[in-house]
C-alpha cells in the first residue's frame, strides 16, 4: 500500500513535467522519455521480478523508472523557467475549469468496461475473453491513428487560439479530420477483410472466433476520436462544464445499449453497443460544438474516401491469405488501390497526406520567458 502511494504521488507529478515539453511541442523530448519509460519499464520490472522481488519489485520498478524520468524532465523545465512558489489568485478559475474532467474520466471508465461487465454477467468469462482480444485490436487501430494528433493537436490549437486565430484554428481542425478520415479508412477495410487472420496469427484458432468484433469496435473508437476534435473546441471555449453531461449520457446510452443487445447478440452485442454509443456521442458532440466553431466537413471528399475505400475492399475481397507474407502482400495491395483511386477521384492526396505529417511534426513552440526576460533582461 506504502510503495503503491509513493508510486501515485510520482507518476503524476511526472506528468505534469512530462506535459510540458507536450505543450511547446518539444516532441523529441517528450518521445524520448516515453521510449525510456517503455523499455525501462520493462527491464526494470523483469530484473527485479526475476531476482525475487516478486510483486513488490514490479512497484519498485515504476518507481524507480518514475523518479528517474521525474528527475530529468523537471531539471529540463526548472532550468527553462525556473522555480517559483505557486499563486494562487487564479485558483478558482483553474479549479472551475478543470473539476468537471473529473465526472467525465469517470463516465469514459463506465462506457468503457461496460460492455465487457455485462458480458460477462449475461455470458460469462469465457466470451468475455474471446471478446477482450478483438476489442484490444480494434482500439489499438483507432488509436494508432489519432493518437499522435492528439498528443500535440490541443498545444498548437491553443496557442492559435489564444493568440486570436479563430479561422486558422477551424482550417487546422478541418484539414486535420480530413486526413484522419483518409488515413483510418484502408486501415478499417483491412480490418474488416483480414481480422480472422490478424487475430489468429496473434493468438489462437479459439480467439479468431469473435474476430469480426475487432473493425466494429475499431469503426466505434474512430467515431470517439473524431469527437475529440469537440472536445478541443469545448476546452477552447471555456465550456468544459458541458463535458461531463455528454459523456454522463453516453455511458448511460452504452449501459442500456448492453443490457438489450447482449442477452440476444453476446460479443456481437457488445462491440455494436459501444460502435452505436460512440456514434451517438459524435453526432451529439456536433450539434453542441457547431455554434462555437462551426467546421467544413467536406462531404464531397468524404465520398470520394468512401469510393475508394470500396473499390480497395472488392478488389482483395476475393483473396485468403493465410501466411503473415501474405497478409502483408494483400495489405500492400489494397493500399496502393485506395491510393491511386483516391488520385483518380481527384483528392488532394498528397496534400492530405503533408497536412497530416505537419500535424504529427510541427515546429517546436519557445516556451514562455523568464521573469527578468519578460521585463526586458537580457
Known amino acids: 500500500m506504502r510503495l503503491g502511494a509513493v508510486s501515485l504521488v510520482l507518476s503524476a507529478t511526472k506528468d505534469v513535467f512530462k506535459r510540458y515539453y507536450r505543450v511547446f511541442v518539444r516532441m523529441k523530448t517528450y518521445s524520448a522519455f516515453t521510449i525510456a519509460e517503455s523499455f525501462g519499464s520493462t527491464l526494470l520490472v523483469a530484473a527485479l521480478v526475476l531476482t525475487g522481488y516478486g510483486v513488490k519489485g514490479a512497484i519498485l520498478a515504476g518507481i524507480i523508472l518514475d523518479g528517474i524520468v521525474l528527475g530529468a524532465a523537471s531539471f529540463g523545465v526548472i532550468r527553462e523557467i525556473g522555480f517559483s512558489w505557486p499563486k494562487f489568485k487564479n485558483a478558482k478559475t483553474l479549479v472551475s475549469f478543470g473539476l ?20 460477462g454477467a449475461f455470458r460469462g468469462a469465457e466470451e468475455v475473453g474471446i471478446y477482450s482480444v478483438s476489442y484490444s485490436l480494434g482500439y489499438t487501430l483507432a488509436m494508432v491513428v489519432f493518437n499522435p494528433i492528439f498528443l500535440i493537436l490541443p498545444s498548437i490549437a491553443s496557442r492559435l487560439w489564444n493568440e486570436g486565430k479563430k479561422e486558422e484554428v477551424k482550417e487546422l481542425f478541418q484539414d486535420t479530420l480530413q486526413a484522419s478520415i483518409f488515413i483510418i479508412a484502408p486501415l478499417l477495410v483491412l480490418a474488416v477483410l483480414f481480422s480472422p487472420q490478424i487475430v489468429r496469427l496473434l493468438t489462437t484458432s479459439e480467439f ?9 469496435v475499431a469503426f466505434g473508437y474512430g467515431f470517439l476520436m473524431i469527437s475529440g476534435f469537440g472536445e478541443i473546441v469545448l476546452s477552447l471555449t471555456k465550456k468544459t462544464h458541458v463535458l461531463p453531461l455528454l459523456f454522463g449520457w453516453s455511458a448511460a446510452v452504452n ?17 455494436t453497443a459501444t460502435a452505436a454509443t460512440y456514434l451517438l456521442h459524435l453526432i451529439v458532440m456536433v450539434i453542441v460544438t457547431s455554434p462555437l466553431l462551426p467546421l467544413a466537413y467536406h462531404p464531397q471528399s468524404l465520398v470520394k474516401i468512401v469510393a475508394a475505400s470500396a473499390a480497395a475492399f ?22 496502393a488501390v485506395y491510393v491511386s483511386a483516391t488520385v483518380i477521384l481527384k483528392l488532394p ?30
Open 100 to 119: 468537471p474532467y473529473v465526472p467525465m474520466a469517470f463516465s469514459i471508465w463506465v462506457a468503457g468496461v461496460s460492455d465487457r461487465y455485462f458480458l
Open 208 to 216: 479468431a472466433q469473435g474476430a469480426h468484433n475487432l473493425p466494429i
Open 314 to 335: 472488392f478488389l482483395v475481397f476475393p483473396w485468403r491469405p493465410a501466411a503473415l507474407w501474405q497478409i502483408a502482400a494483400a495489405s500492400v495491395a489494397a493500399f
Open 255 to 271: 449501459t442500456v445499449l448492453n443490457i438489450f443487445l447482449i442477452p440476444p447478440f453476446g460479443a456481437t452485442g457488445a462491440a
Open 349 to 378: 492526396t498528397f496534400s492530405i497526406l503533408r497536412i497530416l505529417l505537419s500535424a504529427i511534426i510541427p515546429h517546436s513552440t519557445s516556451p514562455p520567458p523568464l521573469e527578468g526576460e519578460a521585463e526586458g533582461g537580457s
